[in-house]
């Protein structure tokens, strides 16, 4: 079986269980855990950040990542698909009292005009204030889209004192993908979350990094939550060997997700734009073949390929390395058949 559902369906490869086996450990409530502590300061020095504090997924560092920005009450700003507002469960007002408004723009793009009209300043007790405004990049349900007026953004939010917060489950298919250090996106932001699980093949687990002092208040919050670690340096091991020996390669991922945007332009014209597809993730609009979603899904299941649906005619297909550039090839040439 194929499967290109996400990114976060790989397997420890046998150089990452063993440095999982061989990692030192220690208790992570108390700050004891040497390889979290070197997970932790590697991941903010790549990102160009004081500090970092490891959490078991990436909803969870976005949940802490916001509450450290936005009181209760406060409202963030942020694109209507980005996955703090769809695929979170209402996290964000359910344990942090947090409200959201959106924007809306082609594969979940930063539109400057819109985002100017919906800051709102403090205005006494009648109206909600805009504490921070969130920005996804790569944006998953854009098609992993690469935010390209994220320093336009930054630039204004600074100048009205607005903290930037910021989603980067997959900011390292970004970089690749621009030829852009990571620290030149994160630094930009007041909060930043990374996930090592996307991507970079680690069984679980993402960081959120910030200041030091937001990072102290979130750790704080984690265990509030019930999610302190204790000897979880053997999972911190996994995401350290990926961050050495995974990053590089998304290059191959997305030359894969090109690859099979072709097989399914052609098949089907109109339904993807190959040139459109930034990084490893390829959103395909059946509306125009009359196929439904879970028609498609289904019976590429049974051919052997695992595929997703994220709306009515949307087809969503993952690229990552556990799937080879042959593994894609035939994956596109089964999915082409069946759209055809």
């Not at 439904?292 to 595929?307: D, I, K, Q, Y």
Request: negative net charge.
């Amino acid at each position: 079986m194929i499967d290109l559902r996400s990114d976060t369906v790989t397997r420890p490869s046998a150089g990452m269980l063993a440095a999982m086996t061989s990692a030192p450990l220690g208790d992570d409530v108390y700050g004891e855990d040497p390889t979290i502590n070197r997970l932790e300061e590697t991941a903010a020095g790549l990102l160009g950040h004081e500090a970092g504090l490891f959490t078991v997924t990436g909803s969870l560092a976005n949940i802490l990542g916001v509450r450290a920005l936005v009181p209760p009450g406060a409202e963030i700003l942020c694109e209507a698909s980005a996955h703090i507002a769809r695929a979170e469960l209402g996290a964000h007002a359910a344990v942090s009292g947090v409200t959201t408004r959106t924007w809306s723009a082609p594969a979940g793009q930063i539109d400057l005009e819109q985002i100017r009209a919906l800051i709102a300043p403090s205005l006494g007790s009648y109206f909600v204030a805009t504490a921070a405004v969130s920005v996804e990049n790569t944006h998953n349900f854009g098609g992993g889209a690469i935010q390209h007026a994220y320093d336009a953004l930054a630039d204004e939010l600074d100048a009205r004192g607005v903290p930037l917060h910021l989603d980067g489950a997959r900011l390292w298919n970004a970089s690749v993908a621009s030829g852009r250090s990571m620290a030149s996106y994160a630094s930009r932001a007041a909060a930043a979350s990374v996930c090592l699980s996307k991507g970079l093949g680690a069984p679980v687990g993402s960081v959120l990094v910030g200041s030091t002092e937001l990072i102290r208040e979130a750790r704080v919050w984690r265990k509030r939550l019930g999610a302190g670690w204790r000897q979880a340096g053997v999972l911190a091991a996994a995401g350290l060997y990926a961050l050495e020996h995974n990053v590089e390669r998304l290059a191959e991922d997305h030359a894969n997700a090109r690859l099979i945007a072709e097989v399914l332009a052609d098949a089907a014209p109109g339904s993807v734009k190959p040139d459109q597809v930034e990084t490893n993730i390829v959103v395909a609009d059946l509306a125009a073949t009359g196929k439904s979603v879970p028609e498609v899904v289904e019976a590429a299941r049974a051919s052997g390929v695992l595929v997703g649906g994220v709306g009515p005619t949307q087809l969503r297909v993952v690229t990552h390395l556990d799937a080879s550039t042959d593994d894609c090839r035939t994956a596109a040439q089964t999915l082409a058949r069946l759209l055809h």
